[in-house]
Nanobody, 117 residues
Framework: QVQLIESGGGLVQSGGSLRLSCVVSGSTSSSDMMNWYRQAPGKERENVAVMSVSNSYTAYADSVKGRFTISKDNAKNTFYLQMNSLRPEDTAIYYC??????????WGQGTQVTVSS
């Protein structure tokens, strides 16, 4: 079982930055993956960033590439999403996700990010 606690959302002006955090607790393994998803009103949930626990492989959705960065701090059992050059279209509820052993999905509670124009 894995528990995730998110923080860091808020309201920011276009061009601004925010950092989201996701604290991970519970039983994990080196084969796990950490993800950030977002869901805007009326749209499907989108996977915006992924990082592997073992080798720090990362990948990004085209919509955020070059602006968002996923990272982790093993000592704090936390992974992050640094969001720069934010745009109004980035407005959504952001969820952290932990995929355990390639099979089990655990979700954070979600945090609202609102970007004003």
């Amino acid at each position: 079982q894995v528990q995730l606690i998110e923080s860091g959302g808020g309201l920011v002006q276009s061009g601004g930055s925010l950092r989201l955090s996701c604290v991970v607790s519970g039983s994990t393994s080196s084969s796990d993956m950490m993800n950030w998803y977002r869901q805007a009103p009326g749209k499907e949930r989108e996977n915006v960033a992924v990082m592997s626990v073992s080798n720090s492989y990362t990948a990004y959705a085209d919509s955020v590439k070059g602006r968002f960065t996923i990272s982790k701090d093993n000592a704090k059992n936390t992974f992050y999403l640094q969001m720069n050059s934010l745009r109004p279209e980035d407005t959504a509820i952001y969820y952290c996700n932990y995929r355990l052993r390639g099979t089990f999905n655990f979700w954070g509670q979600g945090t609202q990010v609102t970007v004003s124009s």
